[in-house]
């Protein structure tokens, strides 16, 4: 499909650019790179039916390509896909397990999974979005992908000035912008943009940079990403928070071929501008994006924590002991929360969180029903096959109708003695089962089934 620039997009470019804008307007026609990631956090991750024999040269885990999400490797969480562009953003943070990371406009989630990803289950990651639609499809997606050490909120960036002051080691403003760089993928957007809307979306990413800055931890680090060309939402923004607050500063970040360094005259002449990079999908392969690494002064403070209690009863714990006995290899009682009469492995349990509109705290482990525990699909796609007492494999006739919500008869009577069964196709975990005689009852929730 065409896209449609308007005259004042191209005025403007022609005049910011030259010659050069219409190479620019040319690769904005062209179709855009599709490219995908593995998920670590799965078992045998790399068993996955696309070709992984074209590596993104900075990321070890993204490859080009294209992928069905209808597919086992999609559904079980084993890729995701992501444009290669936006992969870059996650590298610049160097997530590690050791740190308290804050997404703050995380939906839906490309970039946040790959946060995770990089942290191994372990430290904290919250996942904000303000719009609450959003947050839902980020909460799925962190699901699918077997994610346990994330909080998802669908707050406002202010609404947590009050209690995080100085909490995050690292934060990421991946800023709602007005999106040229995704003109080409998302033809139909170029009709919201206008040279108005790029001036509100500069504001707008300016009262989310100052929620921002009092949210970092001195010592700590702050990646600013937009998926758009203008200079107002980039180089402009960051000159003016750099003026703002002297103790942020650039940091120089590694340029892979094709990509460029911002440009100083295109916001306040500071030639510390250089230090941010450039991607136009004429010069690199994907689609247009802005992004720098910022560095808040002193050393990092470890915030001081008060635990909210868990809200378990005495019998909570002998009905999810019950279920184990009968269904897991194992279980470990790490950080359990109950939230009415649901229970979590809680990413946190820190008094802070405590008023914010939380969707997630960590893994959903199930839910309390009538004197038994039963438990939720999130915790199924978390588990590695070797923690569970049974992981039985369909074929694809025997996928499909479950996929479909059916339920599966067995043709020979197979030896479980337990209920609670792990289904796996293509050697993936999808989905838990309820045996019972010769029948596989389906519990695949409503809203995922094909
Ligand atoms: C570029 S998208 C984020 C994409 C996401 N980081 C990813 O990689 O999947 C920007 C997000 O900011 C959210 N947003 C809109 N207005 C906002 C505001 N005032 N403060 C914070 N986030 C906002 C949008 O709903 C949108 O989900």
């Not at 993936?428 to 009852?441: A, D, E, H, P, V």
């Amino acid at each position: 499909m065409k896209v449609d620039l308007s005259n004042d997009f191209k005025e403007k470019y022609r005049n910011l650019m030259g010659e050069r804008a219409d190479e620019l307007f040319a690769a904005i026609q062209e179709n855009s790179q599709e490219a995908f990631r593995l998920n670590p956090l799965k078992a045998n991750y790399k068993n996955v039916s696309y070709g992984l024999d074209n590596p993104i040269p900075y990321s070890n885990i993204g490859y080009y390509g294209d992928i069905n999400g209808n597919s086992i490797d999609h559904l079980s969480g084993y890729v995701y896909s992501q444009e290669p562009s936006a992969m870059y953003v996650t590298e610049l943070l160097d997530a590690t397990g050791n740190d308290k990371i804050l997404d703050l406009c995380a939906a839906p989630g490309s970039k946040t999974t790959y946060i995770a990803s990089k942290m191994a289950s372990q430290g904290l990651l919250v996942s904000n979005e303000i719009n609450a639609k959003r947050a839902k499809v980020l909460s799925s997606n962190i699901e699918r992908m077997g994610i346990t050490n994330t909080v998802v909120t669908n707050n406002s960036p202010k609404d947590f000035e009050k209690k995080f002051e100085q909490f995050f080691d690292k934060i990421l403003v991946d800023a709602p912008c007005s999106g040229e760089g995704m003109f080409r993928k998302d033809p139909e957007s170029v009709k919201y943009w206008s040279l108005d809307y790029v001036e509100q979306c500069a504001n707008r990413q300016k009262h989310i940079l100052d929620s921002t800055y009092k949210l970092l931890n001195n010592g700590g680090t702050l990646v600013y990403s937009t998926c758009t060309f203008s200079p107002e939402e980039n180089e402009q923004n960051i000159a003016w928070f750099l003026e703002k607050y002297p103790d942020m500063h650039l940091e120089e970040i590694k340029k892979y071929p094709g990509m460029e360094d911002g440009r100083p005259e295109w916001g306040n002449n500071n030639s510390e501008l250089t230090k941010t990079l450039r991607m136009f999908p004429d010069r690199f392969n994907g689609e247009g994006h802005f992004m720098c690494k910022l560095v808040k002064d002193g050393e990092l403070e470890e915030p001081k924590e008060r635990q909210i209690s868990d809200g378990l009863k005495k019998d909570d714990f002998q009905y999810v002991q019950k279920f184990a006995q009968a269904n897991l290899a194992n279980l470990s009682q790490n950080n359990w929360l109950k939230i009415s009469d649901f229970l979590y492995q809680a990413a946190s349990l820190d008094s802070r969180f405590k008023g914010l509109h939380i969707l997630r705290n960590g893994l959903k482990l199930g839910e309390f029903k009538k004197n038994r525990f039963e438990p939720d699909i999130a915790w199924i796609l978390a588990l590695k096959p070797e923690e569970l007492k049974t992981d039985f494999e369909l074929d694809q006739a025997q996928f499909e109708i479950y996929l479909h919500g059916e339920s599966v008869i067995l043709t020979d009577r197979p030896n479980f003695d337990n209920k609670w069964i792990g289904l796996s196709y293509q050697g993936k975990l999808f989905s838990w089962g309820r045996y019972s005689n010769q029948q596989i009852k389906n519990v695949y929730p409503k809203g995922l089934r094909r």
